[in-house]
Nanobody, 126 residues
Framework: QVQLVESGGGAVQAGGSLRLSCAAS????????MGWFRQVPGKDREFVAA????????HYADSVRGRFTVSGDNAKKTVDLQMNSLKPEDTGVYYC???????????????????WGQGTQVTVSA
């Protein structure tokens, strides 16, 4: 089992920046993609960004491309999400997720991930 711990959430005004971090531990030898998702009450968890630890391929939701940057450190087993030019619609609980070898489903979908952190709140005020 993979344990994921997020940090770095908080409150910021629109236009500001935050950096989220996620540290992975446990059975991480089979993990090859790390992702970030967010969720607001009453809505489904949505994809934000993902990165492969070995190839460093990055993927972004259209809503955050150009503003957010995801980066992974395979040696440290961490993944960060740098969020710039934040908007009120970026508000939500942000979850770190891990995808292991053999996982089915798209890496753009929560179903494609088998490990989840506890979530960290991000609040952007207008």
């Amino acid at each position: 089992q993979v344990q994921l711990v997020e940090s770095g959430g908080g409150a910021v005004q629109a236009g500001g920046s935050l950096r989220l971090s996620c540290a992975a531990s446990g059975r991480i030898f089979s993990v090859y993609v790390m992702g970030w998702f967010r969720q607001v009450p009453g809505k489904d968890r949505e994809f934000v960004a993902a990165v492969s630890w070995s190839a460093h391929n990055e993927h972004y939701a259209d809503s955050v491309r150009g503003r957010f940057t995801v980066s992974g450190d395979n040696a440290k087993k961490t993944v960060d999400l740098q969020m710039n030019s934040l908007k009120p619609e970026d508000t939500g609980v942000y979850y770190c997720a891990s995808r292991s070898m053999g996982s089915s489903g798209s890496h753009y979908s929560p179903d494609g991930y088998d490990g989840w952190g506890q979530g960290t709140q991000v609040t952007v005020s207008a």
